[in-house]
């Protein structure tokens, strides 16, 4: 597995020491990502800094980190804040843990980061869309 | 204005959407990333009772309602980051600003409080059920849950003591209504521990699945399949008990109504550890004595209400209309 955090194992260039050496596993053997349809694509997995570059982040390394939930319970509370409702998330796709397709920190009691490695394909091992408000 | 500290982020996908924010006099508040701001991210904040932070915490309540109903006084505004540790200052608001509001049912998962001892336990229900068979025996699961919890001693230190004082208080005399008992001493049991609906589903036969203390729902079983035997020893106690206290007059008085002698008081022990043990409650005997003050006369009327209790739900699996009661899922 590799641990080295030099920017080019990843999918998405990282700055130094990141991902975090002290990370926390998640429990949870399937992670979900917010969709806006069905249909995902790759970009869905794309971080914050890939989808707004210009922005200003609190911290480059979780900036740069896949956002997963827990459970489809967290993700239909996220979608109902003011900010997120206004993005019009309406799915979710599951993603399963594995720890040989990136690092992960589970920095919450239902968020986890990843920051998949450059050989993983998060299309291909996404599992089958679920509705969110059906 | 405020001076605040985000204690916790309590929901988070990409950014904090909801945190939990302390003043330093120890009040909570309740905070929603609504739009970024010029630099961070702009956020409000609503004063939050911990008692009301254990109900959304548990689920109970969602964030709409606590952002709304629950709320009293001014909204604190602020623009931050929201990391935990972090400390700023508010501008105090009348109004919310505009479309700033969750949607109804944001419920925050991941925060209530584990119980060590719950189990998945599942009741298969068949036959034809009203409304009314929804109400009835939920309301029986939840008196025997809540008597079953207080008389195997299930609860930690601070809450047995409140149970506890339940019972004392409590007058045991006939024809008071024990409605309000049963529901304090229900609402006595720490939320972790408190029985919990996972799933229902109607059909034939269906199920419901709950969510609860494991061996207060085993003990339950137990006694309400021993009642359904043939010859059931306990219902042959209850009715031996309850006949007695009737022929006495004694259905409608406490302890402090009559003088009980001291043939009285073994007449009522010896009931009551009778009673007990065809029950399959030998082992609680001394545990009721004290819960009754040691009054043998309350303990014994303690017993049968637990009785009654119990009786109800064997109806249930006698009819057949549930079955397999509290079996593991």
Known sequence: ?134 | MARLTIEKVLLSYEVPLVVLAKKTNGDFYLGINYEDGEVAYKFYFSKIKSEHLKLLYAEKIDVHYVITKLHKGKYELAELWGREGSEFNTKSSAELPENSLPEAGMFIPGHAPESLSSDYKVVNIDGQWEISDLRKFADLVQDCYSFGFALLGAAGGAATKKINSLFHKHPWRGGFSSVNFFKELYNNIPTEDRAGIRKIEYASPGEIEFYMNGDVADSIRELVNGINEDKSPAREAYKKAYGRLQNLGWLSKSDTDITLSVQDIFELTTLLEESCKAFGLEDHTDHILSLASNDPLSAVKIVLAYFRRLQGLADYVATGKAQNIFHDS
């Open chain 1, 1 to 134: 597995m590799m641990t080295d955090t030099n920017g080019l194992d990843f999918l998405e260039p990282l700055p130094e020491s990141c991902p975090p050496t002290a990370v926390v596993a998640p429990t949870e053997s399937t992670l979900w990502r917010l969709v806006k349809t069905n249909a995902v694509t790759a970009r869905d997995f794309d971080s914050q800094r890939e989808r707004l570059p210009n922005r200003e982040y609190p911290d480059e390394c979780m900036a740069r980190s896949v956002s997963l939930v827990t459970s489809l319970a967290a993700c239909r509370a996220a979608i109902k804040s003011p900010r997120m409702a206004r993005m019009k998330f309406s799915h979710a796709v599951p993603v399963p843990y594995d720890p040989s397709y990136g690092v992960w920190h589970k920095d919450q009691p239902t968020h986890v980061n990843w920051w998949p490695y450059i050989s993983v394909d998060p299309l291909s091992i996404a599992g089958v869309v679920e509705q969110l408000n059906g």
